[in-house]
Structures are given as C-alpha cells and as structure tokens.
C-alpha cells in the first residue's frame, strides 16, 4: 500500500508539522537538562496531552517524543538498555493522538550526540546499528515515517539514512540544522547537504532549529535553489534570550512567526511547522496562515 505521506507530497500539498516537543515539555515542567524520553516512560500523559494540542492548533504530522533515542544517547539518562521500549512507547503514545484523525505520525531521530571517529569516540558500526534499532521500535509502534533530524554532519546523517532503510520500507525525511546561520557546526552547507542525501533514497530534504528566522529562510532559499525533493522547513521562533532565572525565552510571537509562512511556501516549502520555542499557539497561527495561501 502506497505511503499517505508520499501521496499527500505528489499531490503537491502544503502539510503543516508540529511545533517544539523539548521547550514546549520543559514549560510544563520537565527539569532542564532531562531529555523529553524520560517522560515517555514516566508521564506519558504529559506526551500525549502536548501531541493532542498540537493537533488541536493544526498539525497534519505530529513528531514523536525520541528525537535523543538512540541506545547512544540514552546512555546518559541510564535508558540504553530500554531504548527500543522507549521509542515503541514514543511511538504508540502519538498514535494514540491521532487516533479518529488523519494526521500523521513521524518518529522523530536525532543525533547521537557524539562525533564519529576519528573527530571523537563513536564507531561509525556502532552508529548504524542504533539507528537501526531505533528506526525498527519506531516503525513497531506504529509511525507513518521517519524523520532524521537536527543532523550537522553529512557522514553520520548518511549512516543514519541507511541504516533505516535497511529495516523499513517507510518514507525518510533528512533535515539539517544550520546553526551557524547558512551552514552546520561542521561546516556544511544546503547545497553540500542536497547533493549528498538526494542520492540516498530519502523522500524529502529539511531544515529544522538552526538560528534566526532570516537565517533559516537564506538557507531554504539555498536547498530550494538546488534540491530536487519536497522540503521540510521548521524553523525556531527566533533565538532564545535568558530571563532573570538563566531560562531561554522566544520572543517571536505567533502572529510574527505566522507572517513569514507565506513567503516559506513561496520559497519552496511543501512542510512548514516549528521547532525550538514554537508552542501550540505559534503552531495554530501557522496553520491559519498555510490554509489563506494554500487552501486544503
């Protein structure tokens, strides 16, 4: 059976994605530092009440909450060995949100936070099979397809694509962050980024988190200009400022953040949502804005 979400992207929808899973947790009380997958085993509820309400402001695809679930990254909460429990779990608890709706569900996989070798500790075999391992949880617990995101370099992000691929046959989206305004911490530009995962079998490129809002438009504009595929496009809202407390706070307000989503699209963004700082609120705004210009 052909993929929705392949579907939906030949008829050339405009699909609005989420907004931020960590922020948007660590307002409603997750402890800073304490990655979101803690609470997919111990407040579920928390899990799904966020994937209800950004349904409820628009969301065609909701992410789930495993975006540091591989056995690598688990490894500093003390979960490797519960990885695959816990992104079954991630996943089953966004599709029980979308249950009775069509939305669809992506899991959502970062990286592994370590560099490879020989720029640091991380086997490139040991990469792959945890990636794999998670992509194969993911894919049990029920997701729609696979979201390999945040990634900032071209050889762990390709190993990642390809160890999904060698577990499941769902749709893989690639998004890079470019958090040193049009270019990755290791340098990496959209052009440099389209021309290397193009080739890999992917079903659309991305840019997610990164910094301002202008400089994640400048680095759209750059992969549309040479990319082949759909676009993933979730920008932050805005870069964090600290309050009195050393907390971040986004001050970009959901009417500003809605008033780029036009130019997004005509930029060549099939899938707009939000990533760090976009609450429910801002996701709503962007929603209204996607149906004025692309009506659905």
């Known amino acids: 059976m052909e993929s929705k979400f392949l579907q939906l992207l030949q008829e050339g929808k405009c699909l609005v994605a989420d907004g931020a899973t960590g922020t948007n947790l660590q307002q409603r009380g997750l402890a800073r530092g304490m990655p979101g997958e803690v609470w997919v085993l111990e407040h579920p509820e928390q899990i799904l009440q966020l994937h209800k309400d950004f349904i409820a402001a628009g969301a065609d695809i909701i992410l789930t909450c495993s975006f540091g679930g591989t056995s690598v990254r688990l490894e500093h909460a003390g979960l490797a060995d519960r990885a695959g429990e816990v992104n079954r779990r991630a996943a089953q608890l966004a599709r029980q949100a979308a249950e009775g709706t069509s939305v669809l569900v992506a899991g959502s996989m970062g990286p592994t936070g370590q560099l ?92 997610n988190c990164g910094r301002s809002l202008e400089d994640n438009f400048k680095a759209l504009q750059e992969l549309r200009n040479v990319a082949s595929l759909p676009i993933w496009f979730k920008p932050n809202a805005g870069l964090p400022t600290l309050d009195a407390d050393g907390q971040p706070t986004y001050t970009i307000t959901p009417e500003q953040m809605a008033a780029e989503v036009p130019s997004w699209l005509a930029a060549g963004a099939q899938i707009v949502g939000g990533c760090c700082g976009t609450s429910p609120e801002h996701l709503a705004a962007i929603a209204q804005a996607v149906k004025r210009v692309s009506p659905r």
């Open 116 to 207: 490879l070798k020989p720029l640091g500790p991380l086997e490139e075999q040991v990469a792959q099979e945890a990636f794999a391992a998670q992509a194969q949880a993911l894919a049990e617990g029920g997701v729609d397809l696979l979201l390999i995101e945040t990634q900032f370099d071209l050889t762990e992000a390709a190993i990642a694509v390809r160890a999904v691929l060698s577990v499941t046959s769902l749709p893989v989206v690639v998004s890079f962050s470019y958090d040193r305004g049009t270019r990755t911490m290791m340098g990496v530009r959209p052009a440099q980024m389209a021309k290397e995962m193009e080739s890999l079998g992917v079903a659309a490129l991305g840019i």
